[in-house]
T-cell receptor
Framework: EADIYQTPRYLVIGTGKKITLECSQTMGHDKMYWYQQDPGMELHLIHYSYGVNSTEKGDLSSESTVSRIRTEHFPLTLESARPSHTSQYLC???????????FGPGTRLTVL | AQSVTQLDSQVPVFEEAPVELRCNYSSSVSVYLFWYVQYPNQGLQLLLKYLSGSTLVKGINGFEAEFNKSQTSFHLRKPSVHISDTAEYFCAVKDSGAGSYQLTFGKGTKLSVIP
């Protein structure tokens, strides 16, 4: 079944640790996105990719980095986690930039 | 840059009553419009979308929305809600121009259906 997956679903980690949030999709979509979601706030785009070896920063500044070595895989990395990184991170993909985006279930990150 | 206003942060409604969730966006340029639903501890699921054509759009789970260009609105409606409709609903807008990637979301409306 075509879908978009995120792991882990929940992560509690101490300050200073390096973490990677995984996102994979089996729909063959070229476009992939990372959003940050805080309670009561809009979703903010932090990274996007239009294809392999293409990554751009979104409208919300983020200390995270991303890579796109394979079409189906778009991991997000934080080199040194801080409490300010505590949030929910949502991955999405789309066929074209002008069409609907399909979302994964999210990763809820807590940095102590 | 686009902005999206969802006028109500929380909407309580009794089961089987009608509901309207309001959404206004800022720009009058040609846009694509979306409503997403988010259940607890899950990602966003597309309810419906407006790309072009008829201004009345029907989506899943009995929801519909009407695009009003003059009022820059895209309100979501359901004639009779069910307990399972309890969730958070997000309105989103995107410029339809080529090369535009930005999907701008509202802050969400929490719908609580009361038995």
């Amino acid at each position: 079944e075509a879908d978009i997956y995120q792991t882990p679903r929940y992560l509690v980690i101490g300050t200073g640790k390096k973490i990677t949030l995984e996102c994979s999709q089996t729909m063959g979509h070229d476009k992939m996105y990372w959003y940050q979601q805080d309670p009561g706030m809009e979703l903010h785009l932090i990274h996007y990719s239009y294809g392999v070896n293409s990554t751009e920063k979104g409208d919300l500044s983020s200390e995270s980095t991303v890579s796109r070595i394979r079409t189906e895989h778009f991991p997000l990395t934080l080199e040194s986690a801080r409490p300010s990184h505590t949030s929910q991170y949502l991955c999405a993909s789309s066929v074209w930039a002008n069409n609907e985006q399909f979302f994964g279930p999210g990763t809820r990150l807590t940095v102590l | 840059a686009q902005s999206v206003t969802q006028l109500d942060s929380q909407v309580p409604v009794f089961e089987e009553a009608p509901v309207e969730l309001r959404c206004n966006y800022s720009s009058s340029v040609s846009v694509y419009l979306f409503w997403y639903v988010q259940y607890p501890n899950q990602g966003l699921q597309l309810l419906l979308k407006y790309l072009s054509g008829s201004t009345l759009v029907k989506g899943i789970n009995g929801f519909e929305a009407e695009f009003n260009k003059s009022q820059t609105s895209f309100h979501l409606r359901k004639p009779s809600v069910h307990i399972s409709d309890t969730a958070e609903y997000f309105c989103a807008v995107k410029d339809s121009g080529a090369g535009s990637y930005q999907l701008t979301f509202g802050k969400g409306t929490k719908l609580s259906v009361i038995p």
